[in-house]
């Protein structure tokens, strides 16, 4: 695929805004992370959750600007299908991030558990691989190095389904409180979902590669 890099500048904005969105990604989960392993600190709480909003955001602008750019140019640097998917999917991963966050507040939890913090960590863990991959796209002389990246999303995917089914026995079996027991197993499942979405961007990373590698 070497006529990537003989694209004029406007059609390498594709890979300009996939690694923004990819920065704002990465930048939410390390917030996320960092909101859970410190959260008996209410301020902080509040700041993080403040900061993961406004990536969110700032994610949604670029997703705008990636769909107006694909309705406005005629030749893309890779299939429009393919760069729809990639952008829109990784949106996915930054709104179940915030709705993971702004669901704490929601529900008033008190405290958080480690499962908690390690399913945040995974992802974390796979976002910032998914940077890294997407910083690689624009040559697919990197092929081989995004390829192993994806796998490692996929490595943080299984891990994290496992540790949501530990997560989720250890909450029923130990946790007296119904209404804590309905508010963990919410967030669990946000943040083990989020990592399901950092997978679909993965594969789809994947077969972008296999396709035109």
Known sequence: ?????????????FFEYFNQHAGCIAAASHELTLLLSEYADP????????RINELEHEADRITHETATLLQTIFVTPLDRDDIH????????????????????????????????VELATLLQNGCERLQAALALLSSM?????ILRLCREVDTMESRADRVMRTAISTLFRE???????????????????????????????????LQNG
């Open 1 to 13: 695929m070497g006529f990537i890099a003989n694209l004029v500048p406007r059609e390498g904005r």
């Open 43 to 50: 301020a902080g709480r509040t700041a993080r959750i403040d």
């Open 141 to 145: 002389k990197n092929a081989p190095e």
């Open 175 to 209: 946790e007296g409180d119904i209404r804590q027991v309905i508010k963990l197993k919410a967030i669990y499942e946000l943040l083990e979902t989020a990592t399901d979405r950092c997978q679909d961007v993965a594969d789809v990373l994947e077969g972008v590669v």
């Open 85 to 116: 998917r990639i952008i829109s999917r990784m949106d996915d991963v930054l709104d179940l991030m915030q709705d993971a966050a702004e669901s704490l507040s929601l529900y008033d939890v008190k405290q958080v558990t480690s499962y908690a």
